[in-house]
């Protein structure tokens, strides 16, 4: 069975460029995670999707920085424009459900940003 | 908001050697999740193992055994007889009932040496 996919896996971008991830999860997960990984520190959830919706947005800097999962599967991750902090790695991550014994996350590789 | 305390930034040891790695949690929910995961240098998060806040009994699996400890908001991670390929940054994670907003550590880097 494919593990989450996500794509490129690296890039590397001036500042004020926009920049896109894409993530396609396991098959059958309905949640879908974007995180944000600073050098040398723990994962921040920026966006949670359960199918098609997004349920949990809070830390998404929404100024610059948006999301979209059509049709409940693949999922695009934005930056525009891209500031110099964005550099990070990006972490797509998919589970089956949330808050149950099915709470069990499944990682992308991630896509390491650098912002120049 | 839950808080995730990982106060090991780096360990090394040498092969065979057991080593722990601390976590200790912060929540106000009564019903919550814990969690290990596992970053080797590819990169990609592996997901060791999930306790609910209802189950405090100690769990062994292979050379991996966790210590989960209410009274000390601590969910301890041991690794018996260390080899090289456990080498990597491990993530302890706690998800509340409430928010569903899984939060992570700021990880331990381990370095088994041969």
């Known amino acids: 069975e494919a593990g989450v996919v996500q794509s490129p896996r690296y890039k590397i971008i001036e500042k004020k460029q926009p920049v896109a991830f894409w993530c396609n999860p396991i098959s059958g997960h309905n949640t879908l995670y974007w995180y944000r990984q600073n050098l040398g520190q723990g994962p921040e959830l920026l966006i949670r999707y359960e199918n098609e919706e997004a349920v949990d947005d809070s830390q998404l800097p929404k100024d610059r920085f948006s999301a979209e999962r059509l049709k409940g599967v693949d999922s695009t991750l934005k930056i525009q424009p891209a500031e110099l902090g964005d550099s990070a790695v990006y972490l797509c991550?998919?589970?089956?459900?949330?808050?149950?014994?099915?709470?069990?996350?499944?990682f992308g590789s991630g896509t390491q940003l650098s912002v120049l | 908001a839950q808080k995730v305390t990982q106060a090991q930034t780096e360990i090394s040891v040498v092969e065979k050697e057991d080593v722990t790695l601390d976590c200790v949690y912060e929540t106000r929910d009564t019903t919550y999740y814990l969690f290990w995961y596992k970053q080797p240098p590819s990169g990609e998060l592996v997901f060791l193992i999930r306790?609910?806040?209802?189950?405090?009994q100690n769990e062994i699996s292979g050379r991996y055994s966790w210590n989960f400890q209410k009274s000390t908001s601590s969910f301890n991670f041991t690794i018996t007889a260390s080899q090289v390929v456990d080498s990597a940054v491990y993530f302890c994670a706690l998800s509340e009932s409430i928010n569903n907003d899984m939060r992570f550590g700021a990880g331990t880097r381990l370095t088994v040496k041969p």
């Open positions: 306790r609910n806040s209802f189950d405090e």
């Open positions: 991550a998919s589970s089956l459900g949330v808050g149950t014994e099915y709470e069990k996350l499944f």
